[in-house]
């Protein structure tokens, strides 16, 4: 199968990949990007640890091929934190002991990157609901909806 040229903008730097047309976007990244933040985890869209943005939406890049991002804008957990330091929504999932093996941390924070873009002052139910597509196998939640929420309410003093 002859490989395509894929095109897209990943954590604000252009990108060109080489591509089997059934690539998917969580193989691309991890292993032609180098971009293993993102986990391989069920494959078919339940757990939410490959979770990236992709042109203002949540999306779970196990279920995408890597063609059907060509001219989109990705964020991967690794475009988070900058030079000064991690993000706002990364700091919160810290001092918060959101995480504990770390698996599906990187699609936690994600989801909360773009829920909290979508809903910048959710109440608790409000974030259950929105980080319902990602899942841990670790907590019982309680510490990731408590992130959730100083992450708001830090963002909101930002």
């Known amino acids: 199968m002859a490989k395509q040229a894929v095109s897209f903008t990943l954590n604000g730097k ?9 690539e ?35 999306v779970k890049s196990c279920t995408l091929l890597t063609v059907q991002t060509a001219g989109s804008d990705v964020k991967s957990v690794e475009g988070m934190a900058t030079a000064d330091g991690l993000h706002v929504i990364q700091q919160a999932f810290v001092d918060e002991h959101g995480l504990q093996c770390g698996f599906c941390t990187p699609g936690m924070l994600m989801r909360a990157y773009r829920f909290l873009q979508e809903n910048p002052d959710p109440n ?17 939640y309680q510490n990731i909806i408590n992130a959730v929420r100083t992450a708001a309410k830090n963002l909101q003093q930002a």
């Open 14 to 22: 252009t990108v060109d990949v080489l591509v089997e047309p059934r």
């Open 24 to 58: 998917l976007l969580i193989h691309t990244l991890r292993e032609n990007l180098n971009q293993t933040g993102a986990h391989i985890g069920c494959e078919t869209s339940h757990c939410g640890v490959c979770t990236v943005d992709i042109d203002g939406e949540s």
């Open 124 to 140: 608790d139910e409000e974030i259950r609901w929105g980080m319902s597509g990602n899942l841990c196998r670790c907590t019982g």
